[in-house]
């Protein structure tokens, strides 16, 4: 499986911030924005992926993460002239894609809670088998999302549930589970989503993409309920509660989330010495000293 980061966008809901750099690259508490996304699809085993970006935002993003070596990983980039929906990210990134499976995570998402691994693995292995997962998040404000319908709630087996409806900022939701910017696809995708046409807004829209994997009964959901955290952090308000949400769980665990190096050393992906090169890189920052302390054994989960 492969996998996508939609980092593109002129981050307009957060000018003047971003007027002189990508919303991606903003520090949410510790790290840039994109280290959350980027370790989220880590968590899935995907070690292949390619960022998606503005022509002025690609090359600063390239600057940051590089060829992905020093998390034992692959990174591509490739430049979005213009963006013109969500599901324009297959059509962009079909060379990629090639024949195989393929996850999707929007740049400014992020995802936290216990087990959230064991939920990506479901999806990537439902996608290896053929079928498409969406994950479901509950809100209290249905109306402002896409939403989904699905069979029940009993997502506790971790094979997921059937997704009976989605349907994009309804007036009367069927649920309060919103689709977050999450997508795990089968081999396929790219000319699938060439399939899409221009909504009303002119975007080419991942609802209408799942929309044919539903017709066609191959899609799923996951549900991230008690215990897991969604964040869109494309505004100046989640943006600020991100920051609070990550700065709190570190500092009450004494841990450092979505580290990309912390997880490429405990998938095996990368040794000793590639780790200690990059705690060495980050000096005496306290990210750099996490990651020391994680190649002394000092931190053991």
Known sequence: MKGIILAGG???????LTLVTSKQLLPVYNKPMIYYPLS??????IREVLIISTPEDTPRI?????????????????????????????TIGKDFIGEDSCAMILGDNIFYGNGLGYKLEAASKAADAGEATIFGYYVDDPQRFGIMEFVNADNQSGQGVKVLSVEEKPKNPKSNYAI???????????????KVRPSARGELEITTLNEMYLNEKRLNAQLLGRGFTWLDAGTFDS????????????????MVISAPEEIAYRCGWIDDKTLKKSAKKYGKSPYGEHLMAVLEGKVIL
Not at 40 to 45: C, N
Not at 180 to 194: N, T
């Open 180 to 194: 977050v910017g999450l997508y795990f696809y089968p081999k396929g995708v790219s000319e699938m989503a060439a």
């Open 40 to 45: 989220t699809l880590m968590l899935a085993r």
């Open 62 to 90: 390239e600057k940051l993460l590089g060829d992905g070596r020093q998390f034992g990983m692959i990174l591509h980039y490739i430049v979005q002239e213009k963006p013109e929906g969500l599901a324009q990210a297959f």
């Open 239 to 254: 943006l600020c509660k991100a920051t609070n949400f990550v700065c709190m769980i570190e500092q009450y665990q004494g």
């Open 10 to 16: 002129a981050g307009t809901r957060l000018y003047p």
